[in-house]
C-alpha cells in the first residue's frame, strides 16, 4: 500500500540563491500528489532531493524510519529502490531499444535471468499500451510514446513511490488525457504513491488527492485537492485558475505599482470544483473520497456547480 514521504522543515540553497525554504509536506501512502509553482520554483529540485540526488541543507525527508536527507549513501542506496522516477524527456538511451531500456534496471539492480526480465518488461509495455514497440529506438517514436516508454521504465523494479516530472510537456490534450488516466488506473493497481509535477491545471484539477504549489521561495499551500480547489488565498487561487488578476507576475511577484494598479480590480469568481478521474476498470481510487467530502467537514461552500457530473472545466483552465 505505497509509502508515505513525510518531509520536514526542508531548505535547499545553490551558493548563495535559496531556492525554497522550509518545505513541510507529507505525501501519504497510496495517494497521488501534484506540485505545482511558476517556472524556477525549484519543483525539479525538490523530486531530485526526495530521492536523494541533491542534499538539502536542512530539513528531513523520512521514508519507513530513515532520514534520507541525512543517512549514510548505503541506507540511500537501499531506499532508493522503493522509487521509480520518470524524467521530462523520459530519459531513455537513444542507442538502445525500448525493450533494453526498460530491461536496463532489472539488469543493473537484480539477479532475475532474462526469461524473467522478458516477462517483467513485457508486462510493462503491455500496462502502458505499448506492446510491439519493444524494437523501436527512442528516436523513432513519438514524445507521448517515449513519456510511456519511461513510465514502463520507472515500473519494472516494482516502485513504492513514483515521481513524475512534467509528464505533460510537449503532449497534446488528446495524449495528456490518455496519460492522466493511465496514471489514475495504475495507482490503482499497484498503490504506489505518486508525485507529479506539472503546468497543467486541467490534470491538476481532476488527477490528484492532494495539491502543492510551490510559490517565492516556499510552500504556500499543500493539502487535499478540494482544499486548494475552493481556496480563495490570492496566490492560490491565481495559479489554480490560471488567472492574471493576483500577486503573481510575469517575472514571479509583480511589484508595489502594478498590485496598486490591480486594487480596484475583484479577482473572479471560483469556477466549479471538478469530480475526480476515476480508474476505467471502475475499481476505487486507493485515496477515494466522496466528492465534496472535505469541503462539507471543513464548512466550506463549494462554488457553484461543483461535483456535478459530466462538467466542463474551468473557463480558465488551459487543456
Ligand atoms: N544543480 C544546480 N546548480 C545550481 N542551480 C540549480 C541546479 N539545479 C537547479 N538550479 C536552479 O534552481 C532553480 C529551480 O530550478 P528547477 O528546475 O527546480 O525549477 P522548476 O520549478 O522545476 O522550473 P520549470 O517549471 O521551469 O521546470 C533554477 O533557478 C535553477 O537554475
Redesign the pocket.
Known sequence: MGVEVKVENLTKS??S?L?WGDVSLTLPAGEISVML??????????LKSLIGL?KPDEGHIWIEGVDIATCKEKDLYEIRKLFGVLFQDGAMFGSMNLFDNCAFPLREHTRKSESEIRQIVMDKMDIVGLAGAEMKLPGEISGGMRKRAGLARALVLEPEILLID?PDSGLDPVRTAYINQLFIDLNAQIDATFLI?T?DINSTRTVPDNIGL?YHKHLAMFGPREMLLSSTEPVVAQFLNAQRVGPIGMSEEKDAAELAAEAELDMPPLPPIPRQLEPSDGRPRAGQREPGAWCREHGITPPPGSFEENMSLAPGATA
Open positions: 545553490f551558493g540563491q531556492i509553482g511558476p517556472s524556477g520554483t525549484g519543483k525539479s529540485v525538490f541533491l512534467e509535477v503546468h510551490l
